[in-house]
């Protein structure tokens, strides 16, 4: 079944514009991961955030977690155009599997 | 330092016919993973490989599905009597030793199996 559920399923913003997107999860995980993916194209690994740890800075991009609230927020400040991506969230347990959400559609307007 | 590497990226095969797959990791990585993407949709994990051995299969159906990650050369994941329903993107990634999965996976760009 299906373990991080991202939120919104779509978002559409102006360029220049903070994009937010949240991910929520069933069970007790080791770590929480983003991942992008363009249009037909593999992933690219954004940024891991691990349980013991509530937030995370990478250039644009802030992670919140909050294990309390099984759920964790990606923000993109100041989006480009080609932050047009899908992006799904990923939680990882003690074991090797990562079970991956549904994804959000991000289209950002020029 | 190339990534993780599939081919081929895009493969047509009739119903009946056998799919096969390849991933060759990144170099040093001796953990291989394979997931399976439908249209608009999550990854979902399908198998867990180190050299020479399966650890987890839970993912992968049971029947027309197998994988492999050979002593040498790469990790091969096969469909045998393909069907429409097998039509998706698979993806393999792999992981250093010693990280075991709980860590970064590094994603290949994918192969889109087209089932006609």
């Known amino acids: 079944s299906q373990q991080g559920e991202e939120d919104p399923q779509a978002l559409s913003i102006q360029e220049g514009e903070n994009a937010t997107m949240n991910c929520s999860y069933k069970?007790?995980?080791?770590?929480l991961q983003w991942y992008r993916q363009n249009s037909g194209r593999g992933l690219v690994h954004l940024i891991l955030i691990r349980s013991n740890e509530r937030e995370k800075h990478s250039g644009r991009l802030r992670v919140t977690l909050d294990t309390s609230k099984k759920s964790s927020s990606l923000l993109i400040t100041a989006s480009r155009a080609a932050d047009t991506a899908s992006y799904f969230c990923a939680t990882g347990d003690s074991s090797y599997k990562l079970i991956f959400g549904s994804g959000t559609r991000l289209l950002v307007r020029p | 330092n190339a990534g993780v590497m599939q081919n081929p990226r895009h493969l047509v095969r009739r119903r009946g016919q056998e799919a096969r797959l390849r991933c060759s990791p990144m170099k040093g990585h001796s953990h291989v993973y394979w997931y399976r993407q439908l249209p608009e949709e999550g990854l979902k994990f399908m198998v867990y490989?180190?050299?020479?051995?399966?650890?987890?299969e839970s993912g992968m159906p049971k029947e027309r599905f197998s994988a492999e990650f050979p002593k040498e050369g790469p990790s091969i994941l096969r469909i045998q009597q393909v069907v429409r329903g097998d039509s998706a993107a698979y993806f393999c990634a792999s992981s250093p030793p010693g990280q075991g999965g709980v860590g970064e996976q590094y994603f290949g760009p994918g192969t889109r199996l087209t089932v006609t």
């Open positions: 490989l180190q050299k020479e051995n399966i650890i987890d």
């Open positions: 069970t007790s995980i080791n770590n």
